[in-house]
């Protein structure tokens, strides 16, 4: 069964940092390019960041570059966001997705690019 279950969300004051993780199993991550998408409250789902399935490109939205960072351990069948300086308008309820590869990172980070996707976990950001 193919799967992707996402962890680290809670509540965190303006300019702290979370860690999310996504664990995944059920197919081999080292031929997937893995996504972080985010949906806020009365908005679409959008595209923070991902990763190439060999970890060597990125992408990031302009809102968090600078500010958070993907990574992928495929040993562990697990990718990362961290996430510093964190603002209230960070918050949302945050997705990892995977697809295998069908052209650039940057092109492939955008959710109907993506098939297999997670629960989603929950960032909030307020003081």
């Known amino acids: 069964q193919l799967q992707l279950v996402e962890s680290g969300g809670g509540l965190v004051q303006p300019g702290g940092s979370l860690r999310l993780s996504c664990a995944t199993s059920?197919?081999?991550?080292?031929?997937?390019?893995i996504g972080w998408f985010r949906q806020a409250p009365g908005k679409e789902r959008e595209g923070v960041s991902c990763?190439?399935?060999?970890?060597?490109?990125?992408n990031y939205a302009d809102s968090v570059k600078g500010r958070f960072t993907i990574s992928r351990d495929n040993a562990k069948n697990t990718v990362y966001l961290q996430m510093n300086s964190l603002k209230p308008e960070d918050t949302a309820v945050y997705y990892c997705?995977?697809?295998?590869?069908?052209?650039?990172?940057?092109?492939?980070?955008?959710?109907?690019?993506?098939?297999?996707w997670g629960k989603g976990t929950l960032v909030t950001v307020s003081s």
């Open positions: 997705a995977a697809r295998r590869p069908l052209s650039t990172v940057q092109a492939m980070c955008v959710p109907s690019r993506m098939d297999l």
């Open positions: 059920g197919f081999t991550l080292d031929y997937y390019v």
């Open positions: 990763i190439s399935s060999s970890g060597g490109r990125t």
